[in-house]
């Protein structure tokens, strides 16, 4: 296996950071585990920003979003884990991320995080 899991979310120059514009990154096949039982759980990732001077670098991202798939995380702890950073790496003007995890239990659990730079 050539690629693995990692933390680091890597970076490029914006090329247009005079204007902005929206970036959005659909990722449909999101797993971690329960904290309480171990049992995975699974979800979709949509992230929207704004960037400022940085972007994020795709694979990076991918590989970054595999890295949570044998750890136990709440769906609020990693939902707002993955926005703090991504705000870290790319300081971007405006972030979304939403995370849509799958009914277990009977319930389904989307958790919504934002951060504006300009406020």
Same mark, same amino acid.
């Given at each position: 296996m050539s690629s693995q899991p990692s933390k680091e979310v890597q970076t =490029?120059?914006?090329p247009a950071p005079e204007r902005d514009y929206e970036i959005a990154f659909d990722v449909p096949e999101f797993t971690c585990l329960c904290p309480l039982t171990g049992q995975p759980d699974f979800a979709r990732f949509t992230i929207k920003y704004v960037p400022d001077q940085l972007c994020v670098e795709l694979k990076s991202l991918k590989l970054y979003m595999w890295s949570y798939r044998n750890e136990g995380a =709440?769906?609020?702890k990693v939902t707002n884990t993955i926005a703090d950073d991504i705000v870290?790496?790319?300081?971007p003007r405006k972030l979304t991320v939403v995370g849509d995890f799958f009914v277990r239990g009977g319930i389904g659990t989307i958790v919504t995080v934002t951060h504006d730079k300009r406020k």
């Open positions: =490029f120059p914006n =709440f769906h609020e870290k790496a790319i300081q």
